[in-house]
């Protein structure tokens, strides 16, 4: 047993599929000689879907975001057409009888080692190295059995992918295979693809270290999501053992699903919001399904991390009106494009790495640096809210990682040139409330001056808790101490709650502690009274919320806040939520 982050809870029994980081199976056969043909012209059409992906994006990027970002495209349709690099592929596929992954994967080798002994502090050849690497992972794509799903993998019984880390394309196109688990090497809780895991309610487990060194696709595989671990051929008893908590998890969800229809409150009839986060309008679905009363969080980057170039204003606004369509209510708060930390686009200047991306240039803070871009997705939200309110729903946008006063002016300011632009163009739209997220705890020092220039603020706890905490979300090496529940978080979180009440201002918690049910009685009693989370969550914090009375929750949080360490915290609540519901002990994350 190898045990990692419990990322997403749930159980299931299936078989391993390992990829490497550009999607190419880890143990591929070569090919017959007689099928070497088809290879060669399945790498032809790959390569002929990437130029005239590298010629729409250098064109886009160029009008939106400028003429030095298109140009990398344009160095990148030159290295897709190099005759060296075509060459030694097919050269590859046709004398080492390669898969086109394969010869992609190997090049990607040998050209990464030819660098090894230069130095890696050299700008030039990092930057020539990511974009090779780029050009290889967009044909890898195009290649990958997982992401043309008629010709899926051939293996059977429900599909494990095994990977060192998803990029976000990679985690959304995953969705729509038939996954049934997800294992990577690297990445958090609150990395893409565990968010992606859970929104579709797939159980996932992290940073398990090392991992495709001793799993092979085709092993038979346990993924144990709310423990956090992973099986390698399990023996007949443990097989038997774990089939039958599969089972019992899923009976329960789907008993929990149920209470799609009721309305979210306290034991006590105190009204609640429980809305869905979601990255796409598959997950709208999920939220309808759920039982959400809305979108709390729409994030927005997905949009742009899987459209094959930069969707523009036209695109943007039928996306938009597509989510609001099928939201529950037709209520969905966007978020700006949150770009940087982890999710990053080479076209927004991430080819020059930052020693410390989160701490760096992301957010609101590139968003004010590319006006072009920005604006444009202002303009598709404000007609997107347009849309809403004329057929009775509402949009609300919301900015990421705001960390002063200024920056909200700014915002603002750029919120009222839009009007006019889009007042001049005679375009339908609606100014939409204006939200700020509170993730950097600059902001929620000074939360008092801030409120009075937004609608509404809504917490984003993943980010808050790795700033307060000086603790990097994705690095399982200190996630011991990226915890939600440590008292100098809830003791941040209360007093934030605290003046937003005071002052009338409406608060959401839109971090992945939302939807935990220890996690949400101790905010609850904080005076909380709307959450957001991944769709999947929202029935069994919709039960959590019908058996416990405000005040109940208030003395929890009173008690929770007299602990001074997390393990006192987690075992507090831990005691607390079995003693209020055992049966839901099962969707909790250890
Ligand atoms: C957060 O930081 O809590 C949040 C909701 O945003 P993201 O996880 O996308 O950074
Ligand atoms: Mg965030």
Redesign the pocket.
Known sequence: MRKGIAVSPGVVVGTAYCIQEIFVPTDTPRLNADETVAEVAKFEVAQQKVATELRALREKVTLQVGCKEGAIFATHEAILNDPSFTNNVLERIQRQRSSAQAALHAFLMEYTASFSNKSSHDSFIRERLADVRDVIVRLSAHLSKILNCEDGPAIEGPLVVVADELLPSQAVALGNADVAAIVTQTGSR?SHAAIIARSRGIPAVCGVANILKQLHTGDAVVVDGSQGHVIISPDAETDKAYRKLEREFFLLRDELAENRDQPATTKDNAPLSLLANINNVDDTRAAVAMGASGVGLFRTEYLYLTHPSVPDEEEQLAIYRDVIDNSPNRSVTIRTL?IG?DKTVPYLGHRHQESNPFMGWR?IRLSFEHPELFTTQLRAIMRAAGYASEIGGEVSVMF??VTTLEELHRVKRMVRRTTAELVERQHQHKVPRIGM?L?VPAAAVMIDSLLPVVDFVSI?S???VQYLMAADRDNPKVSHLCQPLAPAVLRLLSSVIRVCRQEGTPVTLC?EMAGQPRAFLVLLGMGLTSFSMSPAFVPSIKRLASLVTVDQARSIFHRASELRTTTNVNRFLHAELNRIAPDLAALELA
Do not use: K, R, V
Request: without cysteine; aromatic residues 0%.
């Open positions: 609150t949150d930390g957010s990421p990682m997220m993730e984003g993943n980010d808050l971090g």
